[in-house]
């Protein structure tokens, strides 16, 4: 009884009852399973009528082949989704003029912000889980091992989160949601794109540097390959494929078999934890006020008793339990 | 209960508020005067913890605003100006979600709720959608929102804004009733009349500049507000009016579809002594009345300049 109550507070109970009360969010699960649909449906019909020289029969590979398509698709999708859905959380009640009567409540800016980045977690987890029914298919067929696609949803939890702290955050920066919602994907952008071009693009300088040095080394890795760690597709093909860490930090004609520096997914979650930690940590600043302390002895009649409150105000998140 | 010493607001360099004092005790309704732009939300949203001031001091209950907003928070109810409401929420639920963000357990709320409702007159709209409401039902179901957790201050943002006149009546009722519960209420407003019957003391702002403060007689006296006596009369208001010109204390007359307008500086002994001369000059005469001298004429006579110390 207790740690529902901790768990569901009020303010993640009224955003999964808005959430879920608005058609616009059921309509948004319907087309996002049915672009995933889209997707599994055309390659099954480019595998099976298009390509001459397969078998045009379904097996195994394709199965195998399949899930690695619709894992891009899957992360595309969510790359286009978590930003709508985070980045309006602060500005839009400030847009609704809700906002200032949320912030006049005990609830703490803490509580305030992670709660709508949950609620907003959750109903993307349950978009992806509805996806479920797509991969039927691809357990048919096998090819996969439920730990790669367990290993594959919890990223995707990951991904989101990263997005979704950074929705958050700008939506405590930008006073309106449309620039909110722009900037995020910009940023999404950048983590998405850039990060996979400059990755390619140094690739190529640092093979160019190495043949008119004259010899190839063979025995060293390149630094090039932590810019890929900083792509999801590139630390989600890590996931899948467990030699591709090493191929990424491997220069093209060189060979080594000991491991590389680190797995890329693992270099992934390492600094995009940091870049989630200050995205939230802004987000929770920036949505009140914060005055500098000066504690003085004329705080108040009762300073004592208020210093002693502000001092389990300081990192609280949970709500003051009345007993 | 409220207390501010010389705060003042700059937004970049626009001076919202310059150096403003003022104390409210407790249980005083305070009526928040001035035109739009004089700085009554800036000061209002700086007491609900929702803006820092640039300097000075705001205290509630003596916990400072800056320093103790958690505790500030525990003790007041704000209404803002503009406010919205959660759509898809019905009333009820609108008010467990503010009751449970104010940490009030669920059983206690759902004793409370109904009672609140009462209070604004909303029982029947329990199980209605809060976006089917009119707005001055969403602006009784706020003020309710305000008082979920029994707060001993409420800061009160324009309440009757844009409000019909049977809706601002009702609002006017439910005010007077937590006057009676003894909250300490700070009200804002840039017409006057609608406070002028419940509040106890009021406070001018201009340019973000209190130019006026006190009790609401005070402040009259001090502007020496002439008292208006109404004649109605059934022909023959001409000749009144002219023969009243003559009498003493009277300052102006003025004639208009309504009657005889009389600005008149004299006592109470003095104006009795007027109605027997007017009654001697036998002109039929319907009524003879003091007009309630209304604190709008308190408020646009000091909002004129004229009046600044
Ligand atoms: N966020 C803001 N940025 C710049 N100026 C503001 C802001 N908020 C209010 N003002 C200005 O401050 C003055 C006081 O505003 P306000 O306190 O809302 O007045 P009132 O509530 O008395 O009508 C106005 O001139 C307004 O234009
Ligand atoms: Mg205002």
Redesign the pocket.
Known sequence: MNWTRRLINPVINKEFRLRMRSPRSMMSVLFYVLALGVVAMGFIYLTLYLDQRSSQRFNAQASQMMFYVLSFAQLILIAFMAPALTAGVVSSEREKQTLSMLLTTQQSSTTIILSKLASALSFMALIVLATLPVYSIVFLYGGISPKQMVSVFLFYLFVMLLLGALGVMFSTLFKRTIIAVIVTYGTGLIIFLVTGLLYLFCMGIAQQNMYSSGQPAPGTYSWVGYLLGLNPAGAMVSLLNPTFSRDAFLMYGGSLNSEPPIQLWLEFVLVYSVVIVLALLIAIRNIRPVARRKRKKDGGPKAGQAAEQAQQEVGQAEQPSQS | MIEIRNLS?R??N?H??KEINLEIGKGTVFGFV????????????ILATLMLPTSGVAKVDGYDVTQYPKEVRKRIGYMP?FFGVYDQLKATEYLHFYGASYGIPRTEREQLIPQLLELVNLSDKADAYVDTLSRGMKQRLCLARCLVHDPEVLIL??PASGLDPRARIEMREILKELKLMGKTIII?S?ILPELAEMVDEIGV?EH?EMIAQGKVADIQNRLRVKKVIHIRTLEREEELAAKLRDEPHVSSVLTDNTGVHVHYSGDDVQQSALLRQVISWEIPIVSFQEAQSNLEDVFLEITKGGARE
Do not use: R
Not at chain 2, 39 to 45: A, D, P, V
């Open positions: 607001k937004y970049g626009f919202a508020l001035g035109p739009n732009g004089a700085g009554k939300s800036t000061t209002m949203s100006d943002d324009e804002s840039h702002i973000g």
